[in-house]
């Protein structure tokens, strides 16, 4: 584990979208105005007490927040540790990644930007935009693969109710990737429109941006456990799609050494390029959609198609911090398998009263199999809950 590794190096680094090699801004020309334009506000945004608060009341009296950190007692009985759920499914919308549209739709209102489009691939980034829109009375597109939005029919219908336009592409595998590369494509014929990006990828600043904003998951958390525990967690664990609500939860333990990160990536059937979303496992580094960071490519370095059952975590490539905290040996990534997270998403559901995210059941899954009767502490931390994947047939 490397030690060295601090909250102020990853600031520096952050300055120049930069975490060690990884990131950076690889976009077309049309783009690059607007991205450093986006970059400077941000920056300046960060700083701005006013910005800071009015973030924040948002986070506290529509979100919901601070969500709870949870003693799951049955939980952990039968693994055989003591493990709390960081409860961001109880969020507004139902997941994380609200945390990340109430900060940019904030910086967009600020940017004086007329239409909102988006991304989406389990359809809680869509949902969160288009409710963050909605509460703002801001125009929205949102894009969504077309397998992806046969696979999530209940978030494609909450999307459409919140008043966005939406659109699907049947590009490629009709999932994230396709989705990213359908918005992008809006985005340099549209440059003037706020791209609202969803995860902690893509060029700078967004993969610094979107773990600010996500960031208040680790903060609370590590605040929680100091409360309710009186000591820091011996571990923590994630769900990593492209990574914006693991790097939320790792960002306030990063400084912490003796805490073991433990990330679990969408592994589908196994390690078989194609047949696999681990990223971190099977992929290599290379620019993709607008930052250097891990891929899963073939022989000629193209990005190849990926498959998990979680369509979330179905993404060829992975934010470039997360590239440099495994380079780092700072964190650790994992395959996590379509059958370990089913059998996990059934046994949360029955012990715990609590159904995941079939994402969240990744990082469920990990945990259970690492932690059994390690009688150590740990945070998972729950991105969403699982009304979207009842009616898949899981059980
Ligand atoms: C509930 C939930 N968890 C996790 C993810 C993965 O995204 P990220 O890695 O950015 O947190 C998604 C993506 O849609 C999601 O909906």
Known sequence: MNTQLNTLEIQNQLKQGYFGEFGGMFVPPVLEPKLNELSDTFEKLKNDNEF???????????????????????????????????????NHTGAHKINNTIGQILVAKYMGAKEIIAETGAGQHGVATATAAALFGLKCKIFMGKKDAERQQLNAYRIKLLGSEFITTDRGTGTLKDAVDAALEYYIENPDSYYLLGSAVGPHPYPTMVRFFQSVIGTEARKQILEQEGRLPESIFACVGGGSNAIGLFSGFLDDSKVRIHAAEGGGDGLFPGRSASTLVLGKPTVFQGTFSYCMVDKEGNPIDTYSIAAGLDYPGVGPEHSFLKENLRAEYHCVTDSEAIAAFKLLSALEGIIPAIESAHAVALAAKL?????????????????????RNLI
């Open 52 to 90: 800071i608060k009015e973030f924040h009341y948002y986070l506290k009296q529509y979100v919901g927040r601070p969500s709870p950190l949870f003693l799951a007692k049955r939980l952990s009985d039968y693994v055989g540790s003591r493990i709390y759920l960081k409860r961001e499914d109880l």
């Open 371 to 391: 932690l059994k009767n390690k009688n150590e502490l740990s945070i998972i931390n729950l991105s969403g809950r699982g009304d979207k994947d009842v009616d």
